[in-house]
């Protein structure tokens, strides 16, 4: 029997608007004309509460979206299973809307706005009809403060309004802040799966609903998010890569900010001097493994303060401070294990939403990379049998944990610092097997911005396409930058006259590989051993040489005590080939040249500037090993 329902849908009135805890006249009015546009059969002002926790993911388990994990093994914690099709994020569907084509660069998919906003409202339209509407106000950073942002974002998930309520301060205090006259971001979300037609044919729910067709929409002027069709990831979750780096990003330009994909790290010296860290790595390259470190050198501490964004703006004196617009972590299942990241399988003992693992005969979750040996058995990521001999993975290869950032047991005290952490030095890496030597300090500021811009990474799962492919990303910023790529590189330059102190600039490379394909790093707590060196530098007292793409340790300013890696492999660590290298430089210009006359000077002088020291090779008279300090 075909089942029908009236479809004219209730009037706004009764869709809780007239009991809704706000009276900013400006949000009351956004709400109503979304819920006019999309026709949920209900509005629910969400107030961040454990209690409202409770309650959705009651009934996400009772829809099958969540399934319960066993309350001893992993207390109040809970896996999702993604449609196969909604696994990362979708960047050939994600558009800036740029009044000007030329502003949103060569490396967005620009689109116009006026013809944009046609299409979606023709596909949000009664897109929530049969679901709740959702309305989920939140603060990215600590609320009130003066690095912090305030949004609203609307969804008809469920999923997306618990996640949101872990990764950022969502609920009462936002709104409060909106209803004192801070500025907001609108941020739109449907999944794209009404449960009823334009004719009142009503259809069963999916325990992962969403639509082949996805808009991933960025309006930087006007300062909106519109995202229809993905329920996973920051696809979903607005304050994420949307509004914490494309928006954001965009009104850095305009307000002398960056918004940028970066880790910010705590470390405390043996003499108990403080550094605070940023560092840039595309998705899926070890950023949360570096944020949780554990040194292996005495004396030393690393505290987190973040894994993923970090807002950074100049000071009254002069001096860039940053914060973690977040409140928790969005991170990569697999790889993460007792043996790579102990203090991150601590964390998710308890209270997470972990997406696209696989789940165990007992009722808790297994990854790849987890533990040293698989199971004998598990319900693999799309629900089925697997072995150790199935041939295939268990967990999706960007499976994902959501936990509070609370619960991370080397979360720094000043996570919450309004006025956010002095930078005293800036990180740019990626996976790359050859070229890219272990660590390297940029000379100046113009040189450590061509070390970002310069940054090339085999590709990740985090993203559609090949896995294992090298793409240029500059400053890990390629998928996320929210106006054109030149004109970014021009801010960062920029910087230099707007900081009376500018951070050291470095690259680092954990990934570089022997001829037989080994790693000839050992990594996780061994890169302590980097970041001292670089801590070093800032306080300078570490031993440098140069050579053509700047300064890397000399071979007694790196501590190596204890560490067993071979000579050779040392050595190759910090080889720099002049023929793979200008064969590196030949593609970084082609690269950017797609940028045309935008591209800064700067970068081109330090193409140059490179080319220039490897034409010499006075540096390659002497082996690694052999310097030291003079």
């Known amino acids: 029997m075909e089942l029908t329902r009236d479809v004219t849908g209730p009037a706004t009135d009764t869709l809780s608007l007239t009991a809704a805890p706000t009276t900013d006249a400006a949000l009351l009015a956004w709400v109503r004309g979304t819920a006019e546009l999309t026709q949920p059969d209900e509005v629910v002002w969400c107030d961040g509460s454990p209690a409202e926790f409770e309650r959705l993911t009651d009934l996400m388990v009772a829809t099958g979206t969540l399934i319960r994990l066993d309350p001893v093994l992993r207390p109040n914690s809970f896996l999702a299973r993604s449609a196969p099709t909604d696994v990362a994020r979708v960047e050939s569907r994600t558009f800036i809307a ?72 969502m609920g009462a205090q936002a709104l409060a802040a909106i209803e004192a006259g801070a500025p907001w971001v609108p941020a739109v979300h449907s999944v794209g799966f009404p449960l009823v037609d334009a004719i009142g044919r009503v259809r069963p729910d999916v325990p992962w609903p969403c639509n082949d067709l996805k808009y991933i929409a960025h309006f930087p002027e006007s300062r909106e998010i519109w995202s229809f069709g993905s329920g996973y990831g920051g696809n979903a979750l607005l304050g994420k890569k949307c509004f914490a780096l494309r928006i954001a990003s965009a009104m850095g330009r305009q307000e002398g900010w960056l918004a940028e994909h970066m880790l910010l790290l705590k470390v405390t010296s043996p003499e108990q001097r403080v550094f605070h860290l940023a560092a840039a790595f595309p998705s899926a390259c070890g950023k949360t493994n570096l944020a949780m470190l554990r040194p292996t050198i005495p004396g030393w501490q690393v505290e987190t303060i973040g894994d993923d964004i970090a807002w950074m703006r100049p000071d009254p004196e002069g001096r860039l401070r940053a914060i973690n617009p977040e409140a928790g972590f969005f991170g990569v299942a697999p790889g993460t294990g007792w043996a790579t990241n102990p203090t991150a399988m601590e964390m998710l003992s308890e209270n997470v939403i972990f997406t696209n693992v696989a789940l165990t005969d007992d009722g808790d979750v297994w990854w790849e990379g987890m533990t040293e040996q698989a199971p004998q058995h598990l319900i693999d990521w799309q629900g089925r049998d697997w072995t150790p001999d199935s041939g295939r993975p268990a967990a999706h290869p960007n499976a994902r944990f959501t936990v509070a950032a609370s619960q991370c047991p080397s979360i720094a005290d000043d996570i919450d610092d309004p006025a956010g952490v002095p930078v005293d030095a800036i990180l740019f890496g990626g996976r790359r097997r050859s070229n890219v030597p272990l660590v390297t300090q940029a000379a100046d500021w113009s040189a450590g911005v061509f070390l970002g811009a310069s940054i090339s990474s085999e590709q990740t799962a985090a993203a559609e396409g090949t896995v294992g492919e090298l793409r240029h990303d500059p400053f890990a910023m390629l998928p996320f930058a929210g106006y054109d790529m030149a004109d970014y590189f021009g801010h960062w330059l920029s910087m230099q006259d707007r900081l009376e102190e500018l951070p050291l600039v470095f690259g680092v490379n954990w990934f570089r590989r022997g001829d037989d394909g080994r790693f000839l790093w050992p990594g996780f707590g061994e890169n302590s051993r980097v970041l001292e060196w670089i801590c070093r530098r800032v306080e300078g007292t570490a031993g440098a040489h140069e050579t053509p793409l700047g300064l890397v340790p000399t071979a007694d300013g790196l501590t190596l005590d204890g560490l067993d890696v071979p000579a050779a492999d040392l050595e190759e660590l910090f080889r720099v080939d002049p023929a793979a290298w200008s064969a590196e430089l030949d593609r970084l210009e082609t690269y950017f040249a797609r940028f045309g006359d935008k591209l800064p000077a700067q970068i081109g002088r330090d193409v140059e500037r490179v080319r220039a020291g490897l034409r010499e090779q006075r540096w390659t008279a002497q082996r690694w090993l052999d310097w030291r300090v003079d």
């Open 98 to 169: 740029s009044h000007r084509r030329e502003d949103a660069g060569p490396t967005n998919n620009w689109r116009e706005p006026g013809a944009l906003r046609e299409e979606l409202h023709g596909v949000f339209a009664g897109s929530m009809r049969g679901r709740t509407m959702y309305v989920v106000p939140f603060s990215m950073g600590p609320v009130g403060g003066p690095i912090s942002q305030l949004g609203v974002q609307v969804t008809d998930s469920p999923y997306a309004v618990v996640s949101m309520g872990v990764m950022t301060r």
